[in-house]
């Protein structure tokens, strides 16, 4: 495959034995071409749609500034993935091609059957892509016709001074992100306004600024948008719904071990419940699921140790597995993420991904 798309990128017309390959192999991977709705009897009509599509937009993909600098700096590169052993550069191609132009093409499809703009979630932890995804989705989005919005569950945090107070009523409450820390109903006033089919004046959406307040962040000011026909709403929990409480009584998976830790975990659960009618204008969404939940502290112990390479300051090891370990407390991966994967009333797409941030398998729940 990799040939065949250096072939084009190169310039060279897709030959009839290329289509023909490419939809043989489309339609091996049975749960992927159930997932992007491919069949026997639709395939010679989609796989042309996609080889059009991916050579008016490749290259504009592979100039994106965060793979330039992963290919200028070897980054992942010559990594093992389910692709096998190669560059970063075919890696890029290779899931535009497996996995953005497919689900791209289902956005664009799903919001054409509505009658107003597609509100369209992405669940996922930090290191497993959700930047990235909505990055080229946009701009696959973009060439298609379709005005696409990215926002993020960071940018409907309390403001600097109400989580400062909200810590003081809960010491517990170290650091943004858990459930509590949002502020619920300017999201539902904001999904409101994005989700009506002709708003009459432009939209402000908040933006979050990681870095006010060293570090602390807080909200800076707000984005005028208008015309917006598909929403990309991310976060490290969206989407996700509380669980049964009697889970916390006894056997909770590391790092929940102490009694203040259970009830700690307990208490997240419930406050999940403020976010219901959040998610209930998801009219999609998609979980981002690495196959080993812990790859999330590799993640994130290398991110901060390329940080600090470049001479900033940054958290140290030990710091960085309280960072990620609180998390885990709040909302565990294992107990909140891994059963939305097997629910198809909930989740429309699983993209597993590798350790090397590579997709994986690509899959609908079953039904």
Not at 4 to 20: D, H, K, R, V
Request: aromatic share 10%; hydrophobic share 40%.
């Amino acid at each position: 495959m990799s040939q065949i798309f250096s072939n084009w990128l190169a310039g060279q017309t897709p030959t009839e034995i290329e289509y023909q390959q490419l939809a043989t192999e489309a339609l091996a991977d049975k749960p992927r071409a159930q997932a992007f709705g491919i069949t026997p009897l639709n395939v010679e009509k989609i796989i042309p749609e996609r080889i059009k599509l991916f050579q008016a937009i490749a290259t504009e993909v592979l100039s994106l500034p965060s793979f330039e600098k992963q290919e200028a700096e070897g980054e992942g590169g010559d990594s093992v993935s389910d692709f096998g052993k190669i560059s970063t550069q075919q890696q890029t191609i290779l899931s535009l091609w497996n996995l953005w132009l497919p689900l791209a093409m289902q956005l664009a499809s799903s919001r054409q059957q509505l009658c107003r703009p597609l509100i369209q979630g992405i669940l996922g932890g930090q290191g497993t892509g959700k930047t990235t995804l909505a990055t080229v989705l946009r701009l696959i989005l973009t060439h298609l016709g379709y005005h696409t919005l990215s926002i993020s569950i960071d940018d409907i945090y309390k403001t600097y001074k109400e989580r400062q107070f909200l810590q003081q009523q809960d010491p517990r409450l170290i650091w943004r992100g858990p459930p509590g820390t949002h502020d619920i109903e300017l999201g539902l006033q904001l999904l409101e306004q994005l989700r009506q089919p002709n708003p009459q004046a432009p939209i402000a959406v908040p933006r979050f600024d990681k870095s006010a307040w060293g570090g602390i962040g807080d909200r800076n000011g707000t984005e005028l948008v208008e015309n917006v026909d598909i929403v990309l709403f991310e976060g490290w929990f969206v989407g996700v719904r509380p669980i049964n409480p009697a889970v916390f009584d006894s056997n909770t998976p590391t790092p929940i071990q102490t009694p203040a830790d259970r009830l700690f975990a307990r208490e997240m659960n419930e406050r999940l419940q403020d976010y219901l009618p959040l998610w209930e204008y998801l009219d999609r969404l998609i979980v981002l699921y690495p196959v080993d939940y812990r790859f999330s502290k590799q993640w994130r112990l290398q991110a901060e140790r390329d940080m600090m390479a470049t001479g900033k300051s940054g958290m140290s090891d030990d710091q960085i597995s309280q960072f990620v370990e609180y998390f885990w407390k709040s909302l565990h991966p294992e107990l909140f993420i891994t059963p939305l994967t097997r629910n198809p009333r909930l989740v429309d797409l699983v993209v597993e991904i590798n350790r090397d941030h590579t997709p994986a398998a690509v899959y609908q729940p079953l039904k």
